[in-house]
Structure formats: C-alpha cells, structure tokens
C-alpha cells in the first residue's frame, strides 16, 4: 500500500530565509511524486512533480524539491521565503506500476511565513 | 491547458435536501475522475473514483446511496449528496486525469457545502 508521511503539522520561518517542508513516502514500485499548495478555501494548486530523470525538481514560484531514493524522501525546498508562500503544502505519491489509480496524499503542513 | 471547474464553488442548503456538484474538464478528456472530501485543518478524503461510463469505485466507509457519482461523459462528472444531513458539510475536491498525463492529477477549485 502507497503512503505519505509529513512529519510537521506547521513550519514557521523568517521571511528571506531558506524552508524546507519534509515529506518521506512508501511505494511498492517505483514512485510518482507531487508537492501541491492550498490557500484557504480554495482547491489544489500544482508545485512540481517527480516523475524520473534528475532528482532535483524544480516547480512554480521558485520551489524546488529533492527525490532521494534512498531515503524514500521528497522535501520541498525554498532559498528565500515570502510572505505569501504562507499555505497548506501536501505531498503526495502514486506508485508508478498502479495504473489509474488515486494519489494518496499526507497529512498537509501548515507554512507560516512571519514578516 | 489541463483545467478542472467545479460548480457551485458554494452552496447552503437545507438538512434533508439534495445538492448536486458538478466537475467539468475544460479542454481535455478525462478518462478518471476523483473525489475527494476535506475536513478543516485536514487532509483530502478519497471518496470515490469514477471512469467514463462505468460505474464509481467508492472508498471503504463512503456510502454509495448518499454520494451518488455520475460519470456520464468524458468531460463531466457529478457528486449528488441525497438527503444531506449537517454532517455533510465539507469541502469537496474534484480532479480529473487522461492518458499520457503521467497519471498526474488535475484539481478542481473545490465546493464548500454548507448544511443547515
């Protein structure tokens, strides 16, 4: 079974500083990897994706994330935060053998991102 | 491209009514739909999911005479929530996906329902 672990309910950061949103995943296979964002009351807005190739992805407004297969991790990264990265981030995971079927999302993770 | 309406963004209505959701792919075929549900401060409920033409596969838990899931074309998908009650209040998320997308899935704005 596909699951998604993100360890931190809420992150907060300094605006201009570096964050990082963790999030460790469990596939049978080989997996597909997602990062997507939600402002309130809104649906899900695409990051970045991993699908193959390079282990660094880089996504929409300067994110980028890391596969690291070894360590079945996926963290979403950020040099410099803003103000208005402020959200609820979601990881989520398919395996690549699955077929059709579902993403499989964690828990979320509150950013906070403090003036 | 690879856009995902949803219809009402919101809607209130009386316990004991029925409401109707719809998920529309603007400018792609969605060969798969899916359903989600997501409580406050939660994370997305997988409902149900629906291919074009067949019948829903619904989540252990999810009661099937209560969210009737309609898939009837390959652009349209609908979420009818029968004889909603106040615990039905939700947010609910629509996302569609078609071959050769990676298997990636696109969202809908989602659908707040709010139950009186």
């Known amino acids: 079974a596909q699951s998604v672990a993100q360890p931190e309910d809420q992150v907060n950061v300094a605006e201009g500083n570096p964050l990082t949103v963790k999030c460790t995943y469990s596939?049978?296979?080989?997996?597909?990897l997602f990062w997507y964002v939600q402002y309130p009351n809104r649906g899900l807005q695409f990051l970045l994706k991993?699908?193959?190739?390079?282990?660094l992805v880089k996504g929409s407004y300067g994110f980028e994330a890391e596969f690291n297969k070894s360590q079945t991790s996926f963290h979403l990264k950020k040099p410099s935060a803003l103000v208005s990265d402020s959200a609820l981030y979601f990881c989520?995971?398919?395996?690549?053998?699955?077929?059709?079927?579902?993403?499989?999302f964690g828990k979320g993770t509150r950013l906070s991102v403090i003036a | 491209g690879a856009v995902v309406s949803q219809h009402p963004s919101r809607v209130i209505c009386k316990s004991g009514t029925s409401v109707k959701i719809e998920c529309r792919s603007l400018?792609?075929?969605?060969?798969?739909m899916f359903w989600y549900r997501q409580f406050p401060k939660q994370s997305l409920m997988l409902m149900a999911t629906?291919?074009?033409?067949?019948?829903?596969?619904?989540e252990q838990g999810v009661e099937k005479d209560k969210f009737l899931i309609n898939h009837a074309s390959l652009t349209l998908s609908t979420l009818t929530v029968t004889s909603a009650h106040p615990e039905d209040s939700s947010f609910y998320i629509c996302?569609?996906?078609?071959?050769?997308?990676?298997?990636?899935?696109?969202f809908g704005p989602g659908t707040r329902l709010t139950v009186l």
């Open positions: 989520a995971v398919r395996d690549m053998m699955g077929g059709n079927t579902p993403l499989v």
């Open positions: 991993y699908i193959t190739g390079d282990n």
């Open positions: 629906s291919n074009e033409g067949s019948k829903a596969t619904y």
């Open positions: 596939v049978s296979g080989n997996p597909y």
């Open positions: 996302s569609a996906s078609f071959k050769g997308s990676y298997n990636e899935q696109f």
């Open positions: 400018d792609f075929q969605a060969t798969t």
